[in-house]
């Protein structure tokens, strides 16, 4: 909203805010829910860790640390559910950590939860929506985040207090939407915009930003190194219709988490589309780049010529590039897996619909890509995928805004090769009468032992056998929940975040703009009654 907000003096900007956060302020007040202060949570439980479980963004929870195989999941029954006030979207993937949840919501307020019961620890409030994993380090004493305003936090997992707070892209439409990763001392942070939405508006001065990933030292938030994915600094190109002065290149924002590679001491990130010409090889690519430096080692660009912005659908294109693209730009995260006999690949899914595997030791080369979805603005791969040590687990989107009962579908596609091992199809959805309910299928999956949890845009939670794609459990969200909190909530959308699973519990947000809309975090367990 800051470029909508341009024309507004401070005090009409605090007056709007204001405004707005009456509701949200009636809300909090009557919250319930804290827990008693004698409570004793766990000492050393197994961990859901930042966006992907692990460094290597695998989803992958091995069947110890899940509590849950193939027979127990088929028992699970909900046991507490949490509001968001004033929500109407859930974004952050939940993570886990010391018997405690951590999950950010939409006003910006990240919560400390209580893992078994659903209690509240203490909550935080940041500048804006927190779309970022909460990831826990500093020997688990400090939470990271970052927020939509491009803030970075570092926060006491004791109480809630603030650290440090650091800006480290001073673009006024950089945004942390990605889940910043923590690899020992060191919080890596991917930077994206909302210049692309921006660039709607035929008025708007298309485009500046450039993606980035800047390296952050936990201790004091103090900047180690920050290195953008396109090497030019945005110049003045040609002018519009009505006089406005675009410039170029711009865009390749990184909007997911960094994949770590500890064994060649190397961060991998998947980038968007260019905002603006020229074209650049890095846009639509994956990049290396070197830890403790930042040196862009290699990349290899997977779609060229993906220059495209909002303007292209809106009803006044000034903004849409002359020759663009189909934003085909990669939301999902690399997935970094080593096979059976020692040798690593590189996963990276794509909008477009194609999933790719990357040899990381020879600078990138094409292994093999596979066919899953015809790809859209909406289509393919939308967040990621997760693995085990056989498979390769992708959710598809395909959306159709004018079909629900297009798109979706759980594929297993076998690392050695891509080939596809099983497809579970869609189930038509019961929602087809509200809008956003769709059979797409969105968020990423998670792989617990022997079997595959993935949401839907129909509300929807289902595990399957990973042996077959069979659905073995099947839990409708669409509904409303009495929470620990006192607040009225209800599930809508499963979308951007996918299950955390930890000692024999299962944590989901449910609730998605554009979609169903939602407000709830759900907690069920296999424990028997």
């Keep these: 909203m800051k470029w909508e907000a341009r024309n507004l003096s401070k005090a009409e900007k605090i007056a709007v805010a204001e405004y707005l956060g009456k509701s949200d302020v009636a809300i909090s007040a009557k919250l319930t829910g804290v827990c008693p202060r004698d409570l004793d949570p766990p000492a050393h439980p197994p961990i859901w860790a930042g966006w992907g479980a692990d460094p290597r963004n695998t989803r ?14 088929k028992g699970l029954k909900l046991k507490w559910a949490f509001g968001f006030p004033g929500a109407a979207a859930t974004y952050g993937q939940p993570t886990s950590s010391a018997g405690m949840v951590f999950v950010g919501s939409e006003d910006g307020t990240v919560y400390a939860l209580d ?31 970052g927020d939509t305003n491009g803030y970075v936090y570092a926060i006491s997992v004791a109480d809630g207090t603030l650290a440090w707070r650091v800006h480290p892209e001073a673009h006024q439409a950089a945004r942390i939407t990605g889940s910043p990763l923590l690899v020992g001392s060191v919080l890596y942070v991917p930077i994206s915009s909302g210049e692309e939405g921006a660039a709607a508006d035929p008025h708007y001065p298309c485009c500046t930003f450039r993606g980035a990933v800047a390296a952050l030292d936990i201790a004091s938030g103090k900047q180690i190194w920050k290195t953008y994915v396109i090497d030019e600094t945005p110049q003045p190109t040609r002018k519009g219709p009505q006089g406005v002065q675009y410039s170029g290149p711009s865009g390749a924002a990184i909007w997911s988490s960094p994949t770590a590679d500890l064994k060649r001491h190397v961060i991998y990130v998947a980038t968007g589309n260019n905002y603006s010409a020229p074209e650049t090889t890095t846009s639509d690519a994956v990049i290396a780049m070197d830890m403790k430096t930042g040196k862009k080692l290699w990349h290899r660009q997977l779609s060229p010529r993906d220059v495209w912005n909002s303007g292209c659908v809106a009803e006044q294109k000034d903004n849409c590039p002359e020759a663009h693209g189909d934003d085909f730009d990669f939301g999902a995260p690399p997935i970094l897996k080593t096979l059976a006999d020692g040798r690593d690949i590189l ?9 790719y595997a990357v040899d990381p030791a020879h600078r990138g080369k094409m292994l093999w890509e596979t066919r899953i979805g015809h790809g859209g603005l909406l289509g393919g791969i939308q967040w990621g995928g997760a693995t085990d040590s056989r498979n390769a687990y992708f959710t598809l989107s395909d959306y159709s805004d004018t079909d629900p009962l297009v798109g979706g579908g759980l594929f297993a596609l076998d690392l050695r090769t891509g080939k ?3 497809y579970s199809a869609p189930v038509k959805p019961e929602c087809v009468k509200e809008y956003g309910c769709s059979a797409a299928q969105m968020a990423p999956p998670t792989v617990i032992g022997n079997v595959v949890l993935a949401g839907s845009l129909d509300g929807h939670l289902r595990a399957y056998d990973s042996r077959d794609g069979s659905v073995l459990w099947d839990f409708n969200t669409h509904r409303d929940f009495q929470t620990t909190n006192g607040l009225k909530a209800h599930g809508g959308s499963i979308n951007g975040a996918g299950p955390a699973v930890v000692s024999g519990m299962v944590y989901v947000n449910s609730g998605y703009t554009n979609a169903m809309d939602g407000n709830v975090l759900l907690a069920f367990t296999a424990e028997s009654k």
């Excluded at 069947?63 to 849950?68: K, N």
């Excluded at 996963?347 to 999933?355: D, F, H, N, R, Y």
């Design 60 to 73: 992958f929870q091995p069947l110890e640390a899940a509590g849950i195989d193939r027979k127990r999941v």
């Design 115 to 145: 893992a078994a019961t659903g209690c509240s620890w203490w909550t935080f409030r940041a500048s804006a929506t927190v779309k970022t994993a909460i990831s826990v380090g500093n020997n688990g004493h400090t939470a990271f985040f």
């Design 347 to 355: 996963l990276l899914a794509q909008k477009s619909g194609v999933v």
């Design 420 to 422: 596809k091992v099983w």
